[in-house]
């Protein structure tokens, strides 16, 4: 799961959380994204009343997996999974309404969301259901169409009016002079992200400017129990649920055949914001999914002299390789460029830190380079952190400078004060230099200190 949904969840209310897990299929995701250890501990407690924090300590005697338990129980508490009695926080027990969920689910077995009508009777089955192709290459444009917007490229269809706007309000791209889209440092950062993450970033700005958090978060933990392509029911879903099909479908995340069909498709994209995309896909899907995306996908091969070869067929791929390197040369399926002190810089300027650089460049490295010890040479890895490191040789304080003295005694006198005090910053033979917010205690005592040179 994204350790950002999580921290997300981690911050909610009480009965928000409650109003959640009365989902089974919220129930479920959290259930499985939990720590080993933790996972354990629910299933233990399933049918167990409560448990003191004694006996529960007890199942972890091994010093070697204290810290294990110890973060075990406390992402439990945050999640409020577990709960300490309000008069008595020694004893432990299971939500009530997270048990009841988990107890059904093990009792009705696996099944899949939105299958059935409200009626109870399954939705017929679509005499025209698109190809799983289909359905992936329209989303796939949907969600490059706002990539492509945020790097400022027009070679693709701009996306909705309403995504360009959320995309300006999350500060990703800004208006130029020209009234142009212009990527921002959050732009940059936000383009160097997995897809994964970059879905869920969207994804959290459109539910906190929601008045229905809630029902958007259900939906997405029920679309990770989908598989792409799979036939839902619109029916099945709530009203507010279905408000939402119109913002989905323009993120890439479901496919509809028209507004009014009675029936949409989640794609891979909507299937994975919660979890990898290969964990829930079914085997033919993932296959089909792969092949499609190594065609369109994006290899990079690095050498120790700085090179980088790119090979992609998409200019998505070369825009967000000029944001780090100097591109040398674009072919229609390979670009050439170099990793230099001015790219990185400009990229590290931008808001990008060498580390993103380097996982970028280790999560696209080409299939061949992985049986190398090292996919990056060491020397790249290096130079780019030692470039990110010179920006830090020098520390920045704001505060405020003394000088011109009345005399050499009150130099010398304010200059005993702030060492001894611990005020100063830096100094010189004239000069005295102290942080901002002890600039008036030292104020009063030159004010003090001249009072007192005078009436000698």
């Known amino acids: 799961m994204q350790a950002d949904l999580f921290e997300y969840l ?23 994204a939990l720590p080993s250890v933790a996972k354990s501990y629910v299933l233990r407690l399933l049918y167990m009343d409560d448990i003191t924090r004694t006996e529960l300590d007890s199942w972890a005697e091994p010093k070697a997996v204290a810290d294990e338990h110890r973060y075990a129980v406390n992402e439990l508490l945050k999640l409020r999974v577990m709960m300490k009695d309000p008069k008595n926080p020694d004893i432990l027990s299971l939500n009530p309404v997270f048990r009841k969920q988990v107890q059904t689910s093990l009792v009705t077995g696996v099944t899949k969301p939105w299958q059935k009508l409200k009626t109870g009777k399954r939705l017929a089955a679509d005499s025209k259901a698109p190809e799983l192709e289909t359905v992936e290459h329209e989303s796939q444009e949907r969600w490059q169409s706002l990539l492509y917007f945020i790097v400022a490229s027009e070679s693709r269809k ?243 400078m003394f000088s011109r003295f009345d005399s050499p005694q009150l130099f010398k006198s304010t200059l005993k004060f702030c060492t001894q005090m611990g005020l100063l910053v830096w100094s010189d033979s004239e000069r005295i230099f102290v942080s901002h917010e002890n600039k008036p205690r030292v104020n009063e005592y030159i004010k003090t200190e001249k009072k007192r040179l005078n009436n000698r």
């Open 10 to 32: 981690e911050t909610q209310d009480a009965p928000v959380l409650d109003r959640l897990y009365e989902c089974n299929w919220t129930t479920q995701s959290i259930l499985r």
């Open 158 to 400: 701009r996306p909705p009016r309403d995504v360009i706007e959320l995309l300006l309000t999350m500060g990703l791209v800004r208006k130029s002079r020209e009234l142009k889209p212009e990527i921002t440092n959050d732009g940059c950062q936000f383009i160097m992200m997995d897809i994964q993450a970059q879905i869920w970033k969207v994804m959290k700005h459109y539910i906190l400017k929601s008045e229905s958090p809630g029902d958007i978060l259900k939906m997405v933990f029920c679309m990770s129990f989908c598989s792409p392509g799979t036939m839902c029911a619109v029916e099945a879903l709530t009203e507010t649920q279905k408000d939402l099909l119109a913002d989905f479908e323009k993120f890439g995340l479901i496919w509809r055949r028209k507004p009014t069909s009675r029936r949409f498709y989640p794609t891979s994209l909507g299937v994975n914001i919660v979890f990898d995309r290969k964990t829930w896909m079914p085997e033919e899907a993932a296959d089909k999914s792969i092949a499609e995306e190594g065609l369109a996908g994006l290899s990079l091969v690095l050498e120790s002299n700085f090179k980088v070869y790119a090979y992609t067929m998409l200019e998505l791929h070369a825009e967000m390789l000029n944001l780090f390197v100097d591109i040398e040369c674009i072919l229609p399926n390979l670009v050439v460029g170099l990793i230099t002190r001015s790219s990185i810089t400009k990229a590290l300027n931008k808001g990008i830190k060498a580390q993103q650089i380097i996982h970028f460049l280790t999560s696209k490295i080409h299939p061949k380079c992985l049986m190398r010890t090292n996919v990056i040479p060491d020397n790249v890895t290096d130079q780019i952190l030692l470039w990110e490191k010179e920006r830090s040789r020098i520390k920045y304080d704001p505060g405020w």
